[in-house]
């Protein structure tokens, strides 16, 4: 709980819908969402010895082409998700001329759990910024 923290409570009936559901979260935290364009179609991997690395991997993955790419997203789909594996596609456009809200600098291991709820999945990220 300092300045430097931010977070999200991200929902999902699968695992699938819980990790594009994060991402999204994530996204809107740093930039009004709503105000992105679908332009470009990217497709990602990611890899890790479990779900929550994964999801690790997969938001730092995102952050890369946020903070060096310099693009925003709006759409996630995860096309393939095994315990240590996922294929995606993302869709965004340029950062030009879009407000930044929060400049997250990475997603962070800080308190992070997936938990099997009775309606699916729930997680808690924080990110530094």
């Known amino acids: 709980n300092h300045t430097a923290d931010i977070g999200v409570i991200a929902y999902g009936k699968t695992l699938e819908k819980l990790f594009e559901n994060t991402a999204f979260g994530m996204f809107s935290l740093i930039t009004p969402i709503g105000k992105v364009k679908e332009k470009t179609v990217i497709s990602i991997a990611a890899d890790a010895a479990d779900y929550e690395g994964l999801l690790i991997s997969f938001l730092n993955e995102l952050q890369y082409y946020y903070s060096v790419k310099k693009m925003f997203f ?20 340029k950062i030009s001329g879009h407000e930044i809200t ?27 910024v």
């Open 74 to 93: 709006k759409r996630f789909e995860i096309l393939t998700l095994t315990k240590t594996h996922l294929d995606a596609n993302i869709s965004g456009e």
């Open 102 to 128: 929060h400049d997250i600098k990475a997603a962070t291991y800080h308190n992070l759990k997936i938990e099997k709820t009775t309606d699916g999945y729930k997680t808690q990220i924080i990110f530094d």
